[in-house]
């Protein structure tokens, strides 16, 4: 028993010393990432920011458990990740079923964490109205916008009510007026649900708006990718603050310079 | 209630029968109006093939035997069709008799290999091992003319209905096996990786993800099966096939009635036509999500 209790104290994530490499003999081997220890409190927004090509996907696929780490330690609430324990996913793309109505996406992950039959259309419709959709669950992927099924999407990833929500660059495919709306909903949606978040991006704007914290990745030329620095966000937010207003406020622009800044030195250090 | 629908109703009723076109007529017409010319084009290509077909009768290149008229063709077409001089039909049976227990056997047979040849592509193409034993002996099946093993299977089935569609299993069940094999290992990475995410297991990624994903392939593995059955029922009915479309053929080859096997051969073609259009709007009915994300 008071090993349980550790375990639920302890950190949501932990990485450490974190070493991801790719390819099958030493003249084809890349390294990913090297060395990157992590925690995510419980509760926690976290972003991870930094170029294409830092390593942040590979990071969060670890996480996932989708990815090995080859050296290191990766733990998830106390035991290695793997894929549909507790943690949601939502990609870059909505990677939605298209053989599946929208609705019956969402029915197809409450199926999987054991919602029984009869209460998943009240499931179903329940998150579609958290992400905005209400009474599309009739409806054929294809038919939605582009935004719409990335909400589908995040709507999806939350039915099993995930502890941990990871998010690879979900908005980075969407139109600017959409990607605004969705972002603040997802800043709502964890803020409310106290759902742990990791979150990557390649831009320092929205790695402001959403992130408690921050996480600078680089891989500067010819060098895997790691953490160089850590930026804590303590801009002044409720659930009702207007994302506009946010962004208009000077502390907003500072940090966003700052995190800029520092994204530009970290491309450019020597390993 | 009547008081509420009346004054709608009315509104639209009595006025004119709408003798002008609607505004976006034109472009329906326009359209109608292509699709009619490609008919007429199909149409003088077919009168064009007939008049040549005429040509070279009246020309007497080769004996009336070997080469008969169109309208010979017709005529004999007809006497298939209809009971004459107390004969019925060609052999003993309507043309579409023929084709109707033709096209059972082909049924049958095709039924039987998709609910076989599905979870066997299943199989092969989610488990290893099952590949390295059973996709070299699809392979084999594929590969073989269906008159190879036919005097086997008369050897072991006799002479009745059951050769005939273990042929036709036997032909069709290949493609179904391949296609349904082939899709299921491409299924998008991206696709299992979600259905990861969200809890499925194995079992849930056969049966929810690979299973359905692959069924745009498996329809078009289908069609194919169909396809071959059909090259593969003349085949089948080479032995006591009659009734059968293929029996007929046999029948009038003997007796050198070659307006009659020409029949035959429309026939098969024409209701291959057919059935393959009826096959692409199942197709379209099951598969909505084809050429979509």
Known sequence: ?271 | MTLTTAPKKPAAAPEKPAPTTPRTAPRFAALRWAALRWAALRLVALAVLLGAWQLVVAAELWPRVLVPSPGEVWHQFVQSSTVHDGVRGQSGHLLIEHLGVSLRRIGIGTGYAVLAGVPLGLLIGAVRPIAVVLEPAVTFLRTLPPLAYLSLLVIWFGIDESPKVWLLIIASLPPIAAATAAAVRTVPEHLIEAARALGAGPLSLLLSVRLPSALPEILTGVRIAVGVAYTSVVAAETINGVPGIGGMIRDAQRYNQTAVVIVGIIAIGLSGILLDALLKGLERALVPWRGRK
């Open chain 1, 1 to 271: 028993m008071p090993q349980a209790e550790t375990v639920v104290a302890g950190p949501e994530v932990l990485l450490e010393d974190v070493t991801v490499r790719y390819g099958r003999n030493a003249r084809s081997l890349t390294t990913a990432v090297e060395g990157v220890s992590l925690t995510l409190a419980d509760g926690e927004f976290t972003v991870l920011v930094g170029p294409s090509g830092c390593g942040k996907t590979t990071l969060l696929r670890v996480v996932a458990g989708f990815e090995r780490a080859t050296e290191g330690t990766a733990l998830v609430r106390g035991s290695a990740p793997a894929p549909g324990t507790g943690t949601g996913v939502v990609f870059q793309q909505p990677r939605l079923f298209p053989w599946r109505t929208v609705g019956g996406n969402i029915a197809f992950a409450l199926a999987r964490h054991g919602v029984p039959r009869e209460q998943r259309a009240a499931r179903t419709a329940e998150l579609l109205e958290r992400v905005g959709l209400a009474g599309k669950a009739a409806r054929r992927t294809w038919e939605l916008s582009g935004g719409q099924q990335q909400r589908v999407a995040i709507a999806r990833a939350l039915a099993g009510e995930p502890r941990l929500l990871l998010m690879d660059e979900p908005f980075a495919a969407l139109d600017a007026l959409t990607r605004e709306r969705l972002q603040e909903e997802v800043r709502t949606l964890a803020a409310t649900s106290g759902t742990t978040v990791l979150f990557v991006t390649h831009s320092a704007e929205e790695a402001v708006l959403l992130g408690t914290r921050v996480l600078v990745m680089a891989a500067p030329p010819g060098s895997p990718g790691r953490i160089v620095s850590e930026l804590a966000v303590d801009l002044p937010r409720t659930s009702d603050t207007d994302p506009a207003a946010l962004r208009a406020t000077p502390d907003f622009a500072r940090l966003r310079g700052e995190l800029t800044a520092t994204m530009r030195e970290a491309a450019t250090l020597d390993a």
